[in-house]
């Protein structure tokens, strides 16, 4: 994520609506048909699902108050609007007290096929469909607890298991490998290469594999992580992660499967 951003975070009025232009409904309706298009036979079911019990639709931005309520209605989560940018402590205090913290702004028409930092469309589109899954949910907010309990010297090491679930995760199915993360389903480049490229690897996730994999937030992944079901993801934060992060540390990491970013 870079250090600044060129976006503001928008504020809500009075009755809670965020004031969002015909400009902006206009972009995310080209978003959510282009994705929508590109994912039918690509994404989870469950991904499809939780799309159709948030109400997402192409017609308009949605509103962070209608995706809360809906998300309490079926998992307990819930949602906060937040600056573009929040350091990690905030990021997993958030997660623990089983809310997604969303950035409020969308994105510009020159950014529409690609932007570094999260926004509304990454973060409702991306993030919030399965977090109507229970399971999901449970990983999600479990995860944020144990990221507030190990604390700061931790961090790094916990995002690689964000990253590659949460981020960019893939799924075993009855038809095949299917996508589930936010940065693949939200972004057309990364759902053709999770999905139909040949240069990138797919393995069977493995924590201690995971947490020893380095990987670049600018570039089409070259590696992709791949459960077998959703109480996967529930398993891995049973595990002691602490431990497991003070062993990869004394392991040492992969060698990076891609170059070394440009200075």
Known sequence: MP?????????????????????????????????MALLAGVACREY??????????????????????????????????????????RFYALLSEGKFPLATFLRRREHIDYIEEPDLFHEVFGHCPLLTNQSYANFVRRFGETAVRLG??????????????????????????????????????????????????????????????PYRIDIVQPIYYVIDGFADLEAIVDQDIGAMIDKAKLLGDFAPAFEAKAS
């Open 3 to 35: 250090k600044e951003s060129s976006y503001v975070a928008k504020e809500p009025g009075p009755d809670g609506l965020y004031p969002y232009s015909a400009d902006e409904d206009a972009i995310w309706g080209e978003l959510y048909r282009r994705q």
């Open 152 to 213: 700061k010297g931790y961090s790094w090491h916990l995002f690689r298991i964000f990253w590659f679930t949460v981020e960019f995760g893939l799924i075993n199915t009855p038809e095949g490998r299917r996508c589930f993360g936010a940065g693949i389903v939200s972004s057309p480049s990364e759902a053709k290469a999770a999905m139909t490229g040949t240069a990138c690897e797919f393995r069977p996730f493995d924590l201690m594999t995971v947490l020893r994999t």
């Open 48 to 89: 499809l699902d939780g799309v159709e019990m948030l109400g997402l639709s192409a017609d308009k931005v949605p509103q962070l108050r209608d995706v809360d309520r809906r998300l309490h209605e079926t998992t307990g989560f819930g949602v906060e609007g937040v600056p573009a940018l929040i350091p990690p402590s």
